[in-house]
């Protein structure tokens, strides 16, 4: 396979989770940073990065087909480099199976990525899969994204190791970032124009930190901070674990007017005996109590949580109790998938794994159950007058589209502009969306 020359275009692609799109945008920095620009939308780039994600299936499947998509015509490939999960979970794997590869990176070694880039067009392919804690975030160039709205990693990987899930594998041991260079970074966003910012982790719950004048706070702590920049206006996070919840976040939704009424908490199945099977460590009852908290905190938050269904063993009754919790909470969105067997993972190998066709069956019941609620809570919204902030632009002349405090998709017509924050009574709920009107 013959090298690469120097790239002066490159494109990122980012798969799976907000945090991969974190890290593609600060890939997309670096590289901006070294000369190169980004390609324009269905142009052919220099070097293609795909940032990739492991945590269902077919994940490894899909990089290939990937790779093989980006063959030119003539037979040459851009300079490819494989980043994210998959990239840390089966590099080896990768750059012996595919020669135009020739970089790949994990997520905690990115910083990296132009010398890699850079000795590959010398002719030396080459793998970064050490994770180093927090040594990636001090490498990287400045914020340089623009736009109303802003994901801000605070907290990377996983501890608790559930045992179906990657993270702790592909992501590392759960590190926090430090307070100050968080606000630093949120105020180059703010500055970028971004009136809100999502705060990320894998449990972004479990961030800590010392905050400017040495007092331990937790998120909280960074939330009630960010909130004193006069040019925020609105604080989100997730995804949180139950375990990690605090009183003092929990009260921080009553207090801090720019933390969102949502809430995002996954609790993944409704039965105890398979919680305890994938290492959850919390029951039913504490995940519903958890909520009430919140709801005696801030009675209008929303909530939204993530549901695995056929975990190995899982019976029809179970996944009954799965429902149940579902009818009880009404949430306002949620993500529910099928149980996919990770390698390396003590799920993979219990016994009793739960046929595919059971797995669709249970995952379109419980699909059916999450829509119906989410359109209820839409339907309940209707009447309200609530501030969106702006987004983008909308399908039609004159009609833009924003986010409720709710985070629900609002488009309304009239005078407003990206970033503004207008207030809009709510008339019309779909399912996915609601229609409003300036007010
Ligand atoms: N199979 C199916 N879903 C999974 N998730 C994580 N690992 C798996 C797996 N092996 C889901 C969980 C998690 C979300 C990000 O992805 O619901 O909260
Ligand atoms: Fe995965 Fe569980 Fe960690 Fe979430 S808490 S990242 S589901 S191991």
């Not at 703010?190 to 009136?195: L, V």
Request: net charge negative.
């Amino acid at each position: 396979m013959a090298t690469n020359p120097a790239p002066k275009t490159f494109r990122v692609k980012s798969f799976g989770c907000q945090m991969n799109v974190y890290d593609g945008e600060r890939m997309a920095e670096l590289l901006g940073a070294e000369g190169m620009t980004a390609a324009a939308e269905g142009d052919d780039a220099d070097l293609v990065v795909l940032n990739t994600c492991h945590i269902r299936e077919k994940a490894t499947e899909k990089v290939y087909s990937d790779i093989g998509r980006l063959r030119r015509d003539d037979g040459t490939s851009p300079l490819i480099a494989v980043a994210g999960c998959v990239a840390q979970a089966e590099g080896e794997e990768i750059m012996a199976r595919a020669p135009s590869v020739k970089v790949v990176v994990g997520p905690q070694s990115y910083h990296r990525l132009p010398e890699m880039v850079a000795d590959a067009a010398s002719g030396k392919r080459s793998t970064e899969t050490d994770m180093p804690a927090e040594a990636k975030f001090a490498a990287l160039p400045k914020r340089r994204k623009s736009g109303p709205t802003a994901f801000l990693t605070v907290q990377e990987g996983c501890d608790k190791f559930c045992t179906y899930c990657v993270v702790p594998y592909t992501r590392g041991a759960e590190i926090s970032r430090p307070f100050v260079d968080l606000v630093e970074e949120a105020k180059h966003l703010i500055a970028g124009g971004a009136r809100e910012i999502t705060l990320l982790g894998q449990n972004v719950n479990a961030w800590t930190g010392e905050d400017d004048r040495g007092r331990p706070v937790g998120l909280e702590g960074l939330a009630r901070a960010l909130a004193a920049e006069p040019d925020l206006a609105r604080i989100r996070y997730t995804t949180s674990h139950p375990n990690d919840m605090t009183d003092a976040l929990i009260a921080a939704h009553g207090e801090v007017d720019k933390l969102m009424p949502f809430l995002h908490l996954p609790v993944q199945a409704g039965s105890d005996r398979i919680l305890k099977a994938m290492n959850r460590s919390h029951t039913v009852d504490s995940y519903l109590q958890l909520l009430e908290r919140f709801r005696v905190a801030r009675p209008d938050i929303a909530l939204s949580g993530d549901f695995i269904v056929g975990f190995p063993g899982e019976t029809e009754a179970e996944f009954e109790e799965t429902l149940k919790v579902v009818d009880a909470v009404g949430y306002a969105q949620a993500f529910s998938f099928k149980y996919s067997p990770r390698p390396g993972t003590p799920a993979a190998t219990m016994a009793d794994h739960v046929p595919a066709s059971v797995m669709d069956e249970r995952l379109q019941r419980l699909q059916a159950a999450l829509n119906r609620d989410q359109w209820a809570f839409n339907k309940a919204s209707v009447g309200k007058i609530c501030e969106v902030l702006v987004e983008r632009k909308g399908k039609h002349p004159g009609q833009w589209l924003g986010k409720s405090p709710w985070l629900q998709s609002v488009h309304f017509f009239g005078d407003a502009h990206i970033g503004a924050l207008v207030r809009v009574e709510l008339v019309e709920a779909g399912p996915n969306s609601l229609s409003g009107r300036l007010v």
